[in-house]
T-cell receptor, first 115, second 118 residues
Framework: AQSVAQPEDQVNVAEGNPLTVKCTYSVSGNPYLFWYVQYPNRGLQFLLKYITGDNLVKGSYGFEAEFNKSQTSFHLKKPSALVSDSALYFCAGGDYGGSQGNLIFGKGTKLSVKP | SQTIHQWPATLVQPVGSPLSLECTVEGTSNPNLYWYRQAAGRGLQLLFYSVGIGQISSEVPQNLSASRPQDRQFILSSKKLLLSDSGFYLC?????????????????FGPGTRLTVL
């Protein structure tokens, strides 16, 4: 069965420090992966995606993620965290070239950036 | 461009009352549509999805039902609400990107409805 895992329920970072939100996947075939961000009482917003090509993907608000096939990971990173980055982050994935399967979501990681 | 709407934004309902949440998508045709529930700001629970008018797949058996009376309209309903139905309800649609023999799905979310059952 295909799955996406976010091993941390919460990540705490001081403002100005680098942040990492972890995501690992188990997808048959060729994976494609997304990161979404959700602010309180809002829908999920797209941050970035990996389909094919460069393993390092840059997205909105200074975020980037690196696709690592050997470690089956797609960690979200930012060099310098802002208090406004505090939100709930979701990793999602599927099989590029697979059938009409639904996107699989991780359980979410709450990022808290303290001033 | 495509947009997705949900209403109402917030709803407070007594236990045992009926429910109807509506979702509409503009700017696309024949989208796959989804209803998710999110409890206490945590993970997404897929409730229903639809690949076409009148076609509903239920992921979790429960007190809720869904209908798709029109191509771009998706409705979540209940005849009698329970306390446990409280939560944040999200509607989403999927755009399928085709690249040669391969393809992938990108999902777009509505603003959500906060439902409180008292």
């Amino acid at each position: 069965a295909q799955s996406v895992a976010q091993p941390e329920d919460q990540v705490n970072v001081a403002e100005g420090n680098p942040l990492t939100v972890k995501c690992t996947y188990s997808v048959s075939g060729n994976p494609y992966l997304f990161w979404y961000v959700q602010y309180p009482n809002r829908g999920l917003q797209f941050l970035l995606k990996y389909i094919t090509g460069d393993n390092l993907v840059k997205g909105s608000y200074g975020f980037e993620a690196e696709f690592n096939k050997s470690q089956t990971s797609f960690h979200l990173k930012k060099p310098s965290a802002l208090v406004s980055d505090s939100a709930l982050y979701f990793c999602a994935g599927g099989d590029y070239g697979g059938s009409q399967g639904n996107l699989i979501f991780g359980k979410g990681t709450k990022l808290s950036v303290k001033p | 461009s495509q947009t997705i709407h949900q209403w109402p934004a917030t709803l407070v309902q007594p236990v045992g009352s009926p429910l109807s949440l509506e979702c509409t998508v503009e700017g696309t045709s024949n989208p796959n549509l989804y209803w998710y529930r999110q409890a206490a700001g945590r993970g997404l629970q897929l409730l229903f999805y639809s690949v076409g008018i009148g076609q509903i797949s239920s992921e979790v058996p429960q007190n809720l039902s869904a209908s798709r009376p029109q191509d771009r309209q998706f409705i979540l309903s209940s005849k009698k609400l329970l306390l446990s139905d409280s939560g944040f309800y999200l509607c989403a649609w999927t755009k399928r990107w085709n690249r040669g023999i391969r393809s992938y799905n990108e999902q777009f979310f509505g603003p959500g409805t906060r439902l409180t059952v008292l």
